[in-house]
Every structure is written in structure tokens, then in C-alpha cells.
């Protein structure tokens, strides 16, 4: 077994895709060069993948009116997760939730959803299910049935985290950590004693102390690490409390027990998913995340932690984190 050197790490925070974006390598020399390929990879998937953006290929898909529509491999490539977590999920985790989670007031910029207190009508209705999109990966062509909204939301950050991370291991030759909004993902080699990730309840940049609440300092070698929660997005519209994890079988923020749900996985896409259907599935959810042989660490209302087998070890004795989540 070959002896790791530790290595000098240097990190880079900014902001893209309406969320933070950190990125870290173990050789600081090449910084600066993965950082611009990162900020040009992150361009192209919000162009891709926003419904935010009005000129975005994603929000072109809402004026198809049903009709079969070519779209960028970037494109397609995010669909096609997007489709397999909510098939992995049993549909916990659905792209078609896009008119949904607008009826709730969450149609913009989440700084703009904050500002906005116009009181909103709660409606339980089931959204159409990813089952009613078809993509055709040889062509890349995607079919959604009119008035059928997508909301890439809960896949593409940790999947846009994955390729990144990938790409500029590849490109740079050094271990690279790319977060986004806390969604990491890690490749190439790492550093000695692997990335440390502070797991909390709310994003944080690393070098401030998590608000109160439990958190925890874990290591990873690979994969990636994502957390899903109800206390960080949430805004207020008349009477009503809201929070951006929305129940596809209502149509309405998901009731659950867990304040945040932690999954260490092959790959960031993986363990958001499973972290976001664990909120979903609410109560035995942990119970199904080790069935699956997900480590997890729960985190209920009351601040009450559960782990699942293979959860990383809790490590809060040496220097600050590479990262929060």
C-alpha cells in the first residue's frame, strides 16, 4: 500500500448557479487554471439547465407543447439523471415538479423568493410524474407532455459537482474537491487523510462556526457527500411556512421528521438524491438508506442524529475543513 504525502491545498470561493461554489486542489500552482474551467463548465450548465433564465434550453422545453425537442448533449446528460434518481427513489425524487414548487412562491432567484410575502393558495395535487417524459440518449431528443414543467433542482448542482470535479482532475492532474451549495464531489488523489467535510445544518462558508445546531467533521476519499435539509431554503407567503423540498405525491413541501439528511455516495448526484428522498420518505427513512448500503447521518427535529452502517467516522480533532456541506 503506497504512503500518502500530505500536501499543501489552496481553495477558491465564489458564487455561480445562484448558490456558493468552492473549489479546492492539492497543487495550488493550478488554482487559478481549474478555477476559470470550473466558472466556463458552470456557464454552460446554467445555460443548459436553469429555469431561472428565460433563455435557458431547459425553460425552451416548457413552450414544446408535447412535440419531441433536440436538445444539447449537457442537456441530455442531465435529464438522464435526473430520470434515474427518480426511478432509484421510486419517484421520491421527480423532475416534474417544476409547476409545483412554482405555485409555492419559488419562481426566481431564492434571494427575490425571500423578498416576496404575497400570500399563496396550498393546493394538494400529485405532480405528472417522471414516467410521462421520454429521452432518447442516442439522440438526445426529450418529449414532455404540454403543461408538464421541469425542475432539474434536486440533481443537477450534485451532478454538475461530479463533472466538474472529473473534468478538472483530469485536466490538471492533482486531487480536486468541487462544493456547490455544499454538494461535493471529490477526484483525482486526495490529500493526505482524504477531504474533510464539515457536515452541518446550514451552508457555511468553512472559516465561520456553524449556527447553532449539531454538525460534524468527516473524511472522503472518493464519491461524494450531499446534504439535503428543510431549514436553509425556506421563506414565508401569508400564513404559511414553506421550504423547497417538495412531495411529489402532493405537490406541497415534503412533512417529515428530519431537519437535514447527510449521504456519502459513488458519486454527489447519487447521494443528493438519496438525501432529498430520504426527506421525502420521511419517517423509516434511514431504514431504506441502508438497504440501499448508503452511509447516512440524520438529523431529526428535535436534533436528534441517526447514522447508518459505514457513516465516516466523526473526526474534529485536526485543522479546519476542506469544505461544508
Known amino acids: 500500500m ?3 504525502t500530505r500536501r499543501t491545498t489552496a481553495a477558491a470561493d465564489w458564487r455561480a448557479l445562484g448558490t456558493s461554489v468552492r473549489l479546492v486542489t ?9 478555477n476559470l474551467l470550473l ?45 434515474r434518481a427518480a426511478a432509484a427513489t421510486d419517484g421520491a425524487v421527480d423532475p416534474t415538479v417544476g409547476s409545483a414548487i412554482g405555485a409555492l412562491g419559488y419562481d426566481r432567484d431564492f434571494r427575490l423568493v425571500q423578498e416576496d410575502d404575497r400570500p399563496v393558495r396550498l393546493t394538494v395535487r400529485p405532480v405528472p410524474g417522471w414516467r410521462a417524459v421520454t429521452l432518447d440518449r442516442a439522440t438526445d431528443t426529450v418529449t414532455v407532455p404540454a403543461g408538464v414543467h421541469l425542475d ?3 440533481t443537477a448542482k450534485a451532478w454538475a459537482a461530479d463533472k466538474a470535479a472529473a473534468l478538472l482532475a483530469e485536466a490538471a492532474g492533482c486531487g480536486v474537491l468541487v462544493s456547490l451549495g455544499g454538494d461535493t464531489a471529490v477526484a483525482g488523489e486526495p490529500p493526505a487523510g482524504g477531504w474533510r467535510i464539515r457536515v452541518q445544518d446550514a451552508t457555511g462558508a468553512v472559516e465561520e462556526t456553524p449556527a447553532p445546531g449539531t454538525y460534524a467533521t468527516v473524511a472522503i ?11 436553509t431554503r425556506r421563506w414565508r407567503r401569508g400564513a404559511h411556512d414553506l421550504h423547497h423540498i417538495v412531495d411529489p405525491y402532493t405537490g406541497l413541501p415534503a412533512e417529515t421528521p428530519w431537519r437535514t439528511v447527510s449521504v456519502a455516495a459513488a458519486t454527489c448526484a447519487d447521494a443528493n438524491a438519496a438525501g432529498t428522498a430520504a426527506l421525502v420518505k420521511g ?11 448508503l452511509p447516512a447521518r440524520l ?8 447514522t447508518t452502517p459505514g457513516w465516516p467516522t466523526s473526526d474534529q480533532t485536526r485543522p479546519g475543513p476542506e469544505a461544508a456541506a
Open 152 to 154: 432539474l433542482g434536486a
Open 283 to 293: 419517517a423509516g427513512a434511514e431504514r431504506w438508506l441502508a438497504r440501499l448500503g
Open 221 to 231: 476519499r472518493s464519491g461524494g457527500l450531499a446534504t439535503s435539509g428543510t431549514t
Open 299 to 306: 438529523v431529526a427535529k428535535d436534533g436528534t442524529v441517526v
Open 39 to 83: 466558472a466556463r463548465h458552470l456557464a454552460e450548465v446554467d445555460a443548459a439547465c436553469s429555469r431561472f433564465r428565460q433563455d435557458s434550453e431547459l425553460v425552451a422545453l416548457d413552450h414544446a407543447q408535447g412535440r419531441p425537442v433536440r436538445v444539447s448533449p449537457l442537456l441530455g446528460e442531465a435529464l438522464a439523471v435526473a430520470l
Open 26 to 34: 492539492t497543487d495550488p500552482a493550478l488554482l487559478d487554471s481549474c
Open 2 to 4: 503506497a504512503t500518502l
